[in-house]
T-cell receptor
Framework: GDSVTQKQGQVTLSEDDFLFINCTYSTTTYPTLFWYVQYPGQGPQLLLKVTTANNKGISRGFEATYDKGTTSFHLQKASVQESDSAVYFCALGDSGYNKLTFGKGTVLLVSP | EAAVTQSPRNKVTVTGGNVTLSCRQTNSHNYMYWYRQDTGHGLRLIHYSYGAGNLQIGDVPDGYKATRTTQEDFFLLLELASPSQTSLYFC??????????FGPGTRLTVL
């Protein structure tokens, strides 16, 4: 079945630092990949969707890309702010059953 | 106005107790989902549904039942709660693959 691996459990940065979070995936179908963000005390919310290799999803200053050759996908932001502190999940979509397989999440802590 | 609501927001029960978690969505979405979130495990799918009366098994269904009574309402039932079911539970709805809208969560503690 589908699987997603998100190894970075926690990332600690200072404001204006560069953010890079990586996930790898395994699927037998054409992948549709997502990034969700969860702010403290809230449910996750969709941040970005990437449907085609080498295409980028961009939202709120975040950029997502994926590499079909290495079956990996990335979330990056050029300059993080304290308000970006949250948990970031990568997810792989299953179009046949309309469900998602989530990674374990990366806690981002940004200090001012 | 919140489109996915959950109740209760917090629940404490004892081992062997019965618990029902409720979810309502006003998005007019066909799909609804129940997840649990645990440190070190991320979000794991328990059950989901694509319409009233339909139920699909998720990835971690053991110990859980679910029922979709209407397009709006999806319930998660724990008939013999165990401490291992202590968790943060989220409900979500969706109309398109991957674009899910989550509720605020229910924190369940089983003593």
């Amino acid at each position: 079945g589908d699987s997603v691996t998100q190894k970075q459990g926690q990332v600690t940065l200072s404001e204006d630092d560069f953010l890079f979070i990586n996930c790898t995936y395994s699927t037998t179908t054409y992948p549709t990949l997502f990034w969700y963000v969860q702010y403290p005390g809230q449910g996750p919310q969709l941040l970005l969707k990437v449907t085609t290799a080498n295409n980028k999803g961009i939202s709120r200053g975040f950029e997502a890309t994926y590499d079909k050759g290495t079956t990996s996908f990335h979330l990056q932001k050029a300059s993080v702010q304290e308000s970006d502190s949250a948990v970031y999940f990568c997810a792989l979509g299953d179009s046949g059953y309309n469900k998602l397989t989530f990674g374990k999440g990366t806690v981002l802590l940004v200090s001012p | 106005e919140a489109a996915v609501t959950q109740s209760p927001r917090n629940k404490v029960t004892v081992t062997g107790g019965n618990v029902t978690l409720s979810c309502r969505q006003t998005n007019s979405h066909n799909y609804m989902y129940w997840y649990r979130q645990d440190t070190g495990h991320g979000l794991r799918l328990i059950h989901y549904s694509y319409g009233a009366g339909n139920l699909q098994i998720g990835d971690v269904p053991d110990g859980y039942k679910a029922t979709r009574t209407t397009q709006e309402d999806f319930f998660l039932l724990l008939e013999l709660a165990s401490p291992s079911q202590t968790s943060l539970y989220f409900c979500a709805s969706s109309a398109r693959v991957g674009e899910q809208y989550f509720g605020p969560g229910t924190r369940l503690t089983v003593l």
